[in-house]
Protein backbone atom coordinates (compact mmCIF):
# COMPACT_ATOMS: atom_id res chain seq x y z
CA UNK A 1 0.00 0.00 0.00
CA UNK A 2 1.50 3.59 -1.06
CA UNK A 3 1.86 6.19 1.36
CA UNK A 4 2.94 9.33 1.31
CA UNK A 5 2.86 11.28 4.77
CA UNK A 6 3.87 14.43 5.41
CA UNK A 7 5.29 16.44 8.85
CA UNK A 8 6.72 19.79 9.19
CA UNK A 9 4.35 22.24 8.71
CA UNK A 10 3.25 24.25 11.60
CA UNK A 11 2.95 28.12 12.27
CA UNK A 12 5.76 30.90 11.65
CA UNK A 13 5.77 34.64 11.20
CA UNK A 14 5.77 36.38 7.92
CA UNK A 15 9.89 36.43 6.65
CA UNK A 16 10.60 32.96 8.41
CA UNK A 17 10.99 29.26 7.32
CA UNK A 18 9.68 25.64 7.32
CA UNK A 19 10.71 22.47 6.27
CA UNK A 20 8.59 19.92 5.00
CA UNK A 21 9.34 16.63 4.09
CA UNK A 22 7.11 13.23 2.88
CA UNK A 23 8.03 9.75 3.37
CA UNK A 24 6.90 7.53 0.78
CA UNK A 25 6.04 4.22 0.91
CA UNK A 26 4.97 0.80 -0.15
CA UNK A 27 6.56 0.66 -4.01
CA UNK A 28 9.11 1.78 -6.14
CA UNK A 29 9.04 5.43 -6.88
CA UNK A 30 12.21 5.35 -9.35
CA UNK A 31 10.07 5.91 -12.37
CA UNK A 32 7.95 9.05 -10.57
CA UNK A 33 8.28 12.42 -10.40
CA UNK A 34 7.53 14.16 -6.94
CA UNK A 35 5.05 17.15 -6.24
CA UNK A 36 4.02 19.55 -3.47
CA UNK A 37 0.97 21.21 -3.88
CA UNK A 38 -1.00 23.43 -1.73
CA UNK A 39 -4.83 24.58 -0.99
CA UNK A 40 -5.31 27.43 0.86
CA UNK A 41 -8.35 28.66 2.54
CA UNK A 42 -11.25 28.61 -0.25
CA UNK A 43 -8.79 28.57 -2.86
CA UNK A 44 -8.04 25.50 -5.76
CA UNK A 45 -4.79 22.97 -5.02
CA UNK A 46 -2.02 24.40 -7.09
CA UNK A 47 1.28 23.25 -8.08
CA UNK A 48 4.09 24.20 -5.88
CA UNK A 49 7.51 22.06 -7.22
CA UNK A 50 7.96 19.10 -8.13
CA UNK A 51 11.48 16.95 -9.13
CA UNK A 52 11.74 13.48 -10.80
CA UNK A 53 12.41 10.49 -7.99
CA UNK A 54 15.98 9.97 -9.34
CA UNK A 55 17.29 13.60 -9.35
CA UNK A 56 17.54 16.26 -11.74
CA UNK A 57 15.63 19.09 -12.93
CA UNK A 58 13.77 20.91 -10.62
CA UNK A 59 10.73 22.72 -11.51
CA UNK A 60 8.47 25.39 -9.38
CA UNK A 61 5.21 27.68 -9.12
CA UNK A 62 6.19 31.13 -10.18
CA UNK A 63 5.21 32.49 -7.00
CA UNK A 64 7.24 30.47 -4.93
CA UNK A 65 10.76 30.54 -7.29
CA UNK A 66 13.48 31.34 -5.48
CA UNK A 67 11.99 31.16 -1.97
CA UNK A 68 11.35 27.69 -2.37
CA UNK A 69 13.23 24.45 -2.46
CA UNK A 70 12.02 20.83 -3.13
CA UNK A 71 15.10 18.15 -2.97
CA UNK A 72 14.39 14.49 -2.15
CA UNK A 73 16.83 11.99 -0.27
CA UNK A 74 16.48 8.55 -1.94
CA UNK A 75 18.18 6.45 1.14
CA UNK A 76 15.69 7.93 3.27
CA UNK A 77 12.76 7.67 0.49
CA UNK A 78 11.98 11.01 1.52
CA UNK A 79 11.04 14.34 -0.16
CA UNK A 80 12.07 17.80 1.35
CA UNK A 81 10.38 21.07 0.50
CA UNK A 82 12.44 24.05 1.91
CA UNK A 83 10.66 27.20 2.44
CA UNK A 84 12.43 30.72 2.88
CA UNK A 85 11.16 34.19 2.88
CA UNK A 86 7.23 32.60 4.03
CA UNK A 87 4.18 35.27 3.02
CA UNK A 88 0.65 35.54 4.32
CA UNK A 89 -0.18 34.50 1.49
CA UNK A 90 1.97 31.10 1.57
CA UNK A 91 -0.52 30.02 4.06
CA UNK A 92 -1.99 26.49 2.98
CA UNK A 93 -2.27 23.19 3.53
CA UNK A 94 0.43 21.26 2.15
CA UNK A 95 0.44 18.02 0.07
CA UNK A 96 2.95 15.91 -1.35
CA UNK A 97 1.63 13.71 -4.48
CA UNK A 98 3.56 11.54 -6.55
CA UNK A 99 2.82 10.90 -10.69
CA UNK A 100 4.32 8.23 -13.26
CA UNK A 101 3.99 10.18 -16.16
CA UNK A 102 6.85 12.85 -16.04
CA UNK A 103 6.94 16.31 -14.61
CA UNK A 104 3.19 17.60 -14.35
CA UNK A 105 1.58 20.50 -12.85
CA UNK A 106 -2.53 19.33 -12.67
CA UNK A 107 -3.48 17.53 -9.67
CA UNK A 108 -5.62 15.49 -12.07
CA UNK A 109 -2.27 13.68 -13.22
CA UNK A 110 -0.57 12.80 -9.51
CA UNK A 111 -1.82 9.11 -8.81
CA UNK A 112 -0.83 8.94 -4.98
CA UNK A 113 -1.52 12.01 -2.38
CA UNK A 114 -0.36 12.46 1.32
CA UNK A 115 -2.79 13.53 3.70
CA UNK A 116 -1.64 17.50 4.11
CA UNK A 117 0.07 19.44 6.37
CA UNK A 118 -0.81 23.02 7.99
CA UNK A 119 1.08 25.77 7.36
CA UNK A 120 0.51 29.30 8.55
CA UNK A 121 1.98 32.05 7.91
CA UNK A 122 1.31 35.39 9.90
CA UNK A 123 1.80 38.57 9.19
Known amino acids: QVQLVESGGGLVQAGGSLRLSCAAS????????MGWFRQGPGKEREFVAG????????YYADSVKGRFTISRDKAKNTVYLQMNSLKPEDTAVYYC????????????????WGQGTQVTVSS
Open 26 to 33: GRTFSNYH
Open 97 to 112: AASPRGPRRRPGEYDY
Open 51 to 58: IPWGGGLT
